[in-house]
């Protein structure tokens, strides 16, 4: 009995000591496994880079999109107070009461006027805020001036010392943001410092309370979640801190893994022992997700708060860093555009986790608790409405950037800005002034109401059977374009897509240009090419307008007609440009010399002429209908060239983008050496000629409306311009210009058939009214007469023999003054009177 009890015992140890040793190896082999799991996620968390949190170092993480802005706003003497006001409402400087403290901070303004809108007397007092605008540190700083106010425009500029200044600027506008084009996502990068220690404390009491007492993983946080998770049989969540927040974002993405929890929790770890607290609030609000708004996805406290709020994160209130802070969480169910009534409940439940942390009072709760949510139309913000304004405008900015190679991969990530030519008060004037000539030519035509068809599914369709129209204008001497209008709507309804580029009717596209014929807009060039030395006429020329025929290649007879199809006999240069004549400019440019490659003299001069003032299209010099524009070309080529006339015949290149600069400020486009194309096309002598002759086409000519008192434009200011019609009245154009702007109008329908027959319109009514609206309420600065070059002799001429006047004999009616270069200048007096 005893041996067999000592063998039950010896069984018994074996089997004990077995287990021992079995539960021995199976510790040592899980430690192991422990062991190796967390060495090897350890190394993965090693081996990644920290440098990552820091933005400045590492865009692609960092992704930050470009930002579009207008040029810089220069307001000088005589503009107008219309103007001025207009603008300081657009940048949303405040109105200050004449009652109280007055002008205390950047960005308000005092009006002291008297009188009736326009007519004004008085003063405005201005504090400028500070911006930023290469080359202009001096001129960005922040500074009062005021303005002595007469008749409605500018007299007197003084700054706060009682200086008396030229001209002041006021800082370019937000027009677009061009996001990243995968996520559409966009973001700005601020400080810490620069974010109010009420939203970092929302933020800290709704994610992390424990933020400051933890090394990155909050034990306390997630033993209890596992304690709840154990009683109710639920998965244990809502444990992470900011920083693993952080490192999900950034580094392991929303995988649910065992590895990546590990991962998740070492890496904090490590990135709490090498930054500081102040690092990892400034990176995790940098970089959270708070939704998307407009199209957009918004990234960081910045662009949420400038995208819910309308403004800057150091503005927001209590409540507004509540609702911010609690987004995060699930931005789809909290959002306050598509879940008003969610996000509603969470912000009051950020405000109370903010009042049982101490941080906001009882009286702050409960005042904020009652507040509704309050945030802009994600389809009406500022933004976007000044993208409706200038969409084709932003849209060809957005082709010139991709177009340029160093910038090419940078324009969705780095954080650019770029500062544009274009002036939006000038885009907002000529938006108006097409729509609403356009809708009296609709009515003319008895159309169907455009804005009620447009959102009509069962309207006739709101592009092609409307007339369109294309305006552009240019500043002539830097070449920037002040303003460009590529259709009468740039979006049409949230049912019909949106027309961008390709519909643009002053550029098209690279690949199919919007050219149209110009008709008789195309004149001035032509003879600007036949006076250009040794001319072929002069200003005394004589032409005789009767039927003419030529066979201008065997077998094959022209006979151009007049618009008016009458004939005027014997007529000059300015006369046949004033009257818009055909026949007299098709006789002037063939009845010329032959070259050596069998082609009139007059033609070759027309040809290489546009070439050099930058009209791209090819010309045949075998059909001579070229000379009464019956070829293709773009709004922008044909206002552009009309640029070197008000130049001084000096060609400069059409500027849309002036500046571009990175994340940090410093210009990255065009580089430093960069010159801009400005080439002497033309003689100056031979451009002053021409703008003479076409500002007899404003004073008596196709292009009186401007000044006519019947009409309601009246313009002032010396202007010179042409209309130009084509057969059948498929096209209407007016090209103008004064010494500071020179505008392009262009209307017509997309589809290329007899247009404004229907409507009996000409480019002198259907065109000029749209360029003279824009001229009128556009222009700004003093009325300056075009200046008039060495060289340029004048003398009265009998228009009808082109012989100089005979005193007391010619006809008054007969004598015009003449610009003539010194061997241009008749030698006999008029006998035939």
């Not at 219309?82 to 950047?106: A, C, H, M, P």
């Amino acid at each position: 009995m005893l041996r067999i009890l000592k063998v039950i015992l010896q069984v018994l140890l074996t089997i004990i000591f077995t287990g021992v040793l079995l539960l021995f190896f199976v510790v040592c082999f899980g430690i192991g496994v422990a062991g190796g799991f967390t060495l090897g996620c350890w190394e993965d968390v090693v081996a990644l880079d920290l440098e990552k949190l820091k933005y400045t170092e590492d865009k692609q993480t960092w992704r930050q999109h470009t930002e579009i802005y207008s040029s810089a706003c220069e307001v000088q003497y005589k503009d107008t107070t219309t103007f001025l006001i207009d603008k300081l409402q657009r940048l949303e400087y405040e109105r200050v009461n004449s009652t109280g403290s007055g002008i205390t901070s950047q960005g308000q303004y005092l009006p002291q006027l008297t009188g009736t809108t326009g007519k004004e007397n008085g003063s405005i007092h201005i504090f400028l805020r500070e911006f930023e605008f290469p080359y202009m540190d001096e001129d960005a700083r922040a500074k009062r001036v005021n303005l002595t106010i007469r008749n409605g425009k500018i007299e007197l500029i003084k700054d706060g010392a009682g200086t008396d200044l030229r001209n002041f600027f006021l800082e370019p506008e937000l027009i677009d943001e061009f996001a990243d084009t995968d996520t559409g996502s966009t973001r700005n990068i601020i400080p810490l410092v620069e974010m109010p220690e009420r939203l970092v404390n929302a933020f800290i009491a709704i994610e992390d309370h424990r933020f400051y007492q933890h090394f990155g993983i909050d034990l306390i946080r997630l033993i209890g979640a596992f304690r709840d998770a154990f009683v109710r049989g639920n998965i244990p969540e809502g444990t992470s801190t900011l920083t693993q927040q952080l490192t999900r974002n950034i580094y392991l993405g929303d995988e649910s893994t065992i590895v990546r929890k590990a991962r998740e929790m070492l890496l904090s770890f490590r990135i709490e022992k090498q930054l500081s607290k102040s690092q990892i609030l400034e990176g995790y609000l940098n970089f959270i997700d708070f939704g998307r708004f407009g199209g957009h996805t918004l990234y960081g406290v910045q662009k949420a708060s400038m995208a819910y709020f309308d403004k800057e994160v150091s503005e927001l209130e209590i409540d507004e860093c509540a609702l911010l802070a609690g987004i995060p969480k699930g931005t789809s169910k909290y959002s306050p555009i598509s879940n008003p009534k969610n996000a509603l409940r969470r912000r009051n439940n950020v405000l109370k986790a903010m009042y049982n942390s101490g941080w906001i009072t009882a009286q702050e709760y409960l005042s904020n608790r009652n507040k509704p949510i309050s945030v802009q139309d994600s389809t009406d913000t500022t933004i976007r409405q000044r993208y409706y304004t200038a969409g084709h405008f932003i849209e060809y900015v957005q082709s010139v950037l991709n177009d340029i190679p160093e910038l090419r991969n940078s324009i969705y990530k780095d954080g650019l800005k770029v500062y544009t030519t274009i002036d939006m008060s000038m885009q907002s004037v000529a938006m108006k002034a097409v729509a609403d000539h356009l809708r009296v030519l609709d009515k003319a035509s008895r159309s169907p109401n455009y804005d009620t068809n447009k959102d009509n599914p069962k309207g006739i369709h709101p592009i092609n059977n409307y007339l369109q129209a294309g305006l552009i204008s240019i500043d002539p001497q830097s070449g920037h374009v002040k303003a460009m209008v590529g259709g009468r709507d740039f979006f049409i309804t949230e049912k019909r897509r949106p027309h961008f580029n390709y519909l643009n009717r002053t550029i098209g596209t690279k690949n199919e240009p919007a050219r149209r014929q110009p008709g008789s807009a195309f004149k001035p060039i032509v003879f600007a090419s036949l006076l250009k030395e040794p001319s072929l006429v002069t200003p005394a020329s004589i032409f005789v307008d009767e039927y003419w025929e030529i066979e201008h290649v065997q077998g094959q007879r022209w006979n151009p007609r007049n618009y008016s199809k009458i004939f005027r006999g014997p007529v000059s240069i300015r006369n046949i440009l004033k009257k818009s004549i055909n026949v007299p400019t098709a006789k002037a440019a063939w009845d010329t010399p032959v070259t050596t490659d069998g082609y009139k003299e007059g033609i070759i001069r027309t040809i290489d002429l546009s070439k050099e003032i930058g009209i791209t299209t090819p010309m045949n010099p075998a059909k001579p209908a070229l000379i009464l524009g019956a070829f293709g070309m773009t709004v922008l080529e044909l206002t552009s060239a009309y640029g070197v006339f008000a130049n001084r015949g000096i060609l400069t290149e059409p500027v849309f983008i002036q500046y571009v600069t990175d994340a940090n400020g410093v210009q990255i486009y065009p580089p430093r050496a960069y010159q801009q194309e400005r080439r002497q096309v033309l003689d100056e002598r031979i451009a002053y000629q021409i703008t003479s002759f076409l500002e007899s086409v404003i004073t008596a000519g196709t292009g009186i409306r401007a000044i006519s008192t019947a009409f309601p434009y009246q313009i002032t200011r010396p202007i010179a311009g042409k209309t130009g019609t084509t057969n059948e009245n498929v096209d209407a154009w007016f090209v103008g210009y004064s010494t500071d702007l020179v505008t392009g109008v262009w209307v017509g329908l997309d589809k290329q058939r007899r247009g404004l027959r229907n409507y009996n319109e000409e480019g002198a009514a259907a065109a000029l009214p749209i360029w003279a609206r824009f001229m009128k309420d556009a222009s700004r600065g003093p009325e300056k007469p075009f200046p008039i070059p060495e060289g340029i002799e004048f003398w009265e001429i009998d228009n009808t023999t082109g012989l100089l006047k005979n005193r007391d004999k010619c006809p008054p009616e007969n004598i015009s003054l003449e610009p003539f270069l010194e061997d241009q200048v008749p030698s006999r007096i008029c006998d035939k009177h």
